[in-house]
C-alpha cells in the first residue's frame, strides 16, 4: 500500500515537472534575460542578422522559429520583440506566417505541460462541483470556439493567461490550437508589419509605436472580430430565453 502511494506521488510529481519548469523559467527570464530580450539589443545587431539571413535564409527561419517558440513556451520575455523581428527579417510575408506557426507550437506546449501537471484534475474537480463553478464550466464547455476565439482576439488578454486556461477546462488539443493559430493572425500581423518597417525607425534613432494596435483603423476592425466570434453565445442566450 505504502507503495502503491509512493508510486502515486511520484507519478503526479513527473506529470508536473514540466510545469514547473516552465514557471522556474519564466520567472528567472523575467529576471535575467528582460535587458537583452529588448528593442535595443535587436537595434545593435540589426546589420549582423541581416547578413546571417542573407548568407543563410533557411537556416534562419529554423532558428528564429526555434527560438519564437521558446520564448512562448517558457513564457520568456520577448514575445513582442520576437513578432517584430520576424517581420523585420522576413517581412509581413512570410514574416508573419512564421510568428504565427512559432506561436501556436508553444502555445501548445504550455497548453499541453499545464493540462499534464493540473489540467485533468482541475478540469474532473469542476465537472463534481457545484453551484456557480460549475455553471461557469458548463457555459465555457457549450461555447468553447466562441470562448477560445474571444481570448485569443481581444488585446487585452495576456497571451499566457490565454495558454493556461483551456488546459484547466478541458478543452481538447486539436480545438485549442486551430483556434490560437487563427485567433492570433490579425494581432501578429498588425506587428508583423510593424516589424517589417523597423529599418527606417532605425535610421531616425526611433523607437517602434507598439500601441498601433489599439489605434481606431486597427483596433475596430478586431473588435469587429470579438463581436462575431461572440454572436453564438448571444443567440444561444436569447434562445434559451425564449424557450423558459
Known sequence: MTSDAEGDKRSRLLRRLPLLAILLAAALGAFFLRDYLSFETLSENRERLLAFRDANYLGTVAAF???????????????????????????????????????????????????????DRLAGRMDASEGLVRRIKAGIDENQWSMLFLIRLVPAVPFFVANLVPAFVAVPLWRFAVTTFLGIIPGAVVYTSVGAGLGEVFERGETPDLGIIFQPQILLPILGLCALAALPIVLKAVRGKKGL
Open 65 to 119: 522559429i526555434a527560438a519564437y517558440v521558446v520564448i512562448v513556451a517558457f513564457s520568456l520575455p520577448g514575445a513582442t520583440l520576437a513578432t517584430l523581428t520576424g517581420g523585420f527579417l522576413f517581412g509581413v510575408f512570410p514574416g508573419a506566417l512564421y510568428n504565427v506557426t512559432a506561436a501556436t507550437i508553444g502555445a501548445v506546449g504550455i497548453f499541453l505541460a499545464a493540462r499534464m501537471g493540473a489540467g
